[in-house]
């Protein structure tokens, strides 16, 4: 009688061991979908086109006419540089051409004259040859006088820094009468119409790019790969420039921004959550529902993108557990509660092999 009796306890304590060891789990079906294998960065932005506006002219600064952020066109006023003495020199090269020109003229007549006189034989080769060397002095003068005057014109004109593009004024560097030099820079001007993301790709990943590749910045901004460098800076990364649209100026000059190339694109693939991959010593896995226990697949992530990821171990027909996974172990049997849609939930209980 004592050994039925330890036999049957015995027996309830197995089942109760038994019914402790199973786990309360939630497991989902991957569904169809299409997913990028996405490389994150970050980079910084820079104009597509920016140009700087440079004094042409020695001279003290005058007037400002554009201040930083300013829009501004082509060729419109940005700064002047005081322009009185450029304006004196430009009167009196004005003098030395009307003088030229009226002793051009003069010559021009004695020439002729003295022409005429030889053709008659009243005058020698001599006084004709001096007449004409006259003539070409005359002509020559001209010529100089009217680049000079050309010249104190231009540097007149030249005290007027323009901008060399349209775009907007940035980096204003001088103040009211500060004295600027031939070639000082006032400020740029940068394009925003379309803008750079340099980002630095590691050289581990280097190959995978491509020029034309889709790029996604700050999650909104489409853009494409236009350039990848050939040189390695100090970290062994490379420059990729990408190109992006800016219609409504959300990106700056110099700004930090995140951004990810699309470096392949999968279509119709079994897409399952995210949380339910684990990571244990650098290993990914997940656990699946395999006649009433828990298996554990060691995966290797292909694509991630927002909560859904992609493994080529994961088929459409795999239960994944979602939720319950940090307390099993491979092999555990499992109490599933599949919940579909957020309100039906279902449960299955394992059976004994």
Known sequence: MKHSIKAVLFALTCLAAGASAQVNVVTVKPQSGNIRQLLQFTGETRPVVEAYAAADVNGPVAQIMAEDGQKVSLGQPLGKIDDIRFAITLRQMEALLDRAKQQFVDDEKDYERNKTLFESKAITQKSLDTALTNYIKGKTSVK????????????????????????????????????????QNMGKVIDLDD??????????????????????????????????????????????????????LFFRGNMFVKGSITLEQFDDAPLFP???????????????VL???????????????????????????????????????????????????????????????
């Open 274 to 288: 995210s949380q339910a991959i684990r990571n244990f010593r650098g290993d990914l896995f997940v656990y699946t």
């Open 195 to 248: 803008i750079y993301v340099d980002a630095r790709i590691p050289e581990s990943e280097i190959r995978n790019i491509k020029t034309g590749q889709i790029s996604l910045i700050e999650g909104k901004y489409e853009g494409k790969v236009e350039h990848i460098d050939l040189y390695a800076d100090n970290s062994r990364s490379f420059k990729v420039r990408i190109r992006v649209k800016n219609p409504d």
């Open 291 to 353: 006649n009433g226990r828990a298996k554990r697949n060691k995966i290797t992530l292909v694509a991630q993108e927002g909560d859904l990821s992609y493994c080529r171990e994961i088929s459409e027909n795999s239960e994944i557990i979602t939720i319950g996974q940090d307390s099993l172990d491979d092999g555990a049997e499992v109490i599933v509660r599949t919940n579909g849609n957020g309100s039906n939930t279902t449960e299955q209980t394992a059976k004994e092999n």
């Open 144 to 183: 100089q006088a009217q680049a000079d005057y050309d010249k104190a014109k231009l540097d007149l004109d030249r005290c007027i820094i323009r901008s060399p593009i349209s775009g907007y004024f940035v980096d204003r560097s001088i103040e009211l009468g500060q004295a600027m030099a031939r070639g």
